[in-house]
């Protein structure tokens, strides 16, 4: 453990440490173990499993598969305009057939029906920003196979928040629009600028929290974001903004002091008795030949082998160093750990790029290199997702 700690922390942690590196090294904490029984098989879901050893889900590779993917932009109409990389003409569609093999074992497809009877009577809250939705709206597409669920949002079609039901299992599934997880505010004359209350959780989602059963807490990219920091009420910090005294406080300390509010608020709200699922950062390093507003791209056209992924650094292994400490150190509640990260950042084929909007639409973004094609590798989240909920019940 004490060589452990050395690698996370030591000087040469930025150079040598990778997703997979920091998972290994927490493998000997018990309160840190994220295998999961691979209990069910592709072909009989719902017939009475075998018992088999356990599985890191998380470490594997990227396999060819000829039968993916299980659904298309014709078939599912929650895709959103900018993961809708058929329809605005991606030419090489070979991202597709590939999916995710953990090295131990084989992580059963996304079975809809199985899903739908493991959360039958129950409700699942999706909280974070776009990629939580993207997530979401990939678990929408595999449903639709079943069932078409009923809008019941009480918000007009504006809000991004969203309440999906589907009557046939008594299965609500909430989509909450909290990219940083705590109150915050955009600042009125400033455009893009937010105040972050990161000792006050967001009050959107933890108002009604006692109706979830299971609460999915993600979040990354928005903490790049120009903004203030207050504790207390008091401004502490800030990150790309103007301050009249000096702070030492970054965007590392909002990320995890974010995470740290919500599990705290989490755990200390005697109503809800549900299950956390806190998924790692999607990567946002995956922009060659420039930063995002720089011309930078993701034209690969096939995945990356484990041997060949570039070891995480910087800000993004900050933020995943965090989110595993912050997921360790809560208290109270019933707490696991989505570590789709390493799987991830074999992936940098999977990005809409240029193809999320019609050529002579202006974006900021021009080229997506951070959400997810939609049918695309996102899809493996909800094998994952599937496959911890039926263990966990």
Excluded at 78 to 107: S, T, V
Excluded at 304 to 327: I, K, S, V, W
Aim: hydrophobic content about 35%; proline content about 7%.
């Amino acid at each position: 453990m004490v060589l452990c700690f050395k690698l996370l922390f030591g000087p040469t942690a930025a150079i040598f440490l990778s997703a997979v590196v920091i998972l290994s090294c927490f493998t000997n904490v018990p309160y840190l173990q994220v295998g999961y029984t691979d209990e069910l098989s592709h072909s009989s879901y719902l017939a009475p499993a075998p018992v088999v050893p356990r599985c890191d889900i998380f470490r594997g590779e990227w396999v060819p598969d000829p039968d993916s993917p299980q659904y298309t932009n014709e078939t599912c109409d929650f895709i959103q305009e900018h993961q809708n990389c058929m329809r605005y003409g991606r030419p090489d569609l070979d991202f597709l057939k590939w999916r995710w093999k953990p090295d131990a074992c084989d992580l059963p497809r996304f079975d809809p029906h199985r899903f739908l009877q493991v959360v039958r009577n129950k409700s699942l809250a999706f909280v974070g920003d776009s990629l939580a939705r993207n997530h979401m709206q990939s678990l929408f597409c595999h449903l639709a196979k079943v069932e078409k669920p009923k809008d019941v949002s009480v918000t007009d079609r504006t809000d991004p928040n969203m309440i999906l039901y589907y009557e046939g299992y008594n299965v609500t599934l909430y989509l909450f629009w909290s990219p940083f997880l705590v109150r915050s505010e955009e600042v009125a004359d400033q455009p893009g600028v937010f105040r972050l209350y990161l000792d006050e959780p967001d009050d959107k989602w933890l108002s009604v929290a006692s109706r979830f059963d299971y609460v999915l807490l993600s979040g990354a990219n928005w903490f790049t974001r120009q903004s203030y920091f207050y504790e207390r009420r008091r401004l502490v910090g800030g990150m790309y903004v103007a301050l009249n005294f000096t702070s030492s406080l970054t965007n590392r300390h909002s990320h995890r002091m974010a995470f740290r509010t919500a599990l705290r608020a989490l755990a200390s709200d005697a109503r809800f008795r549900g299950k956390v699922i806190l998924r790692t950062l999607s990567p946002m390093s995956h922009f060659e030949g420039g930063a995002y507003d720089k011309g930078g791209d993701c034209r690969r056209t096939r995945p990356y082998r484990a041997n060949e992924t570039a070891p995480m650094g910087g800000l993004e292994l900050e933020f995943y160093t965090a989110q595993l400490e912050e997921f360790r150190e809560a208290k109270g509640l019933d707490v696991v750990l989505m570590d789709p990260t390493a799987a991830m950042l074999m992936r940098p084929d999977g990005h809409p790029s240029r193809y999320g909007h019609w050529p002579d639409e202006k974006r900021t973004m021009y080229n997506d290199c951070i959400h997810w094609c939609l049918p695309g590798p996102i899809d493996a989240w909800n094998d994952m997702l599937l496959h911890m909920l039926s263990d966990s019940n």
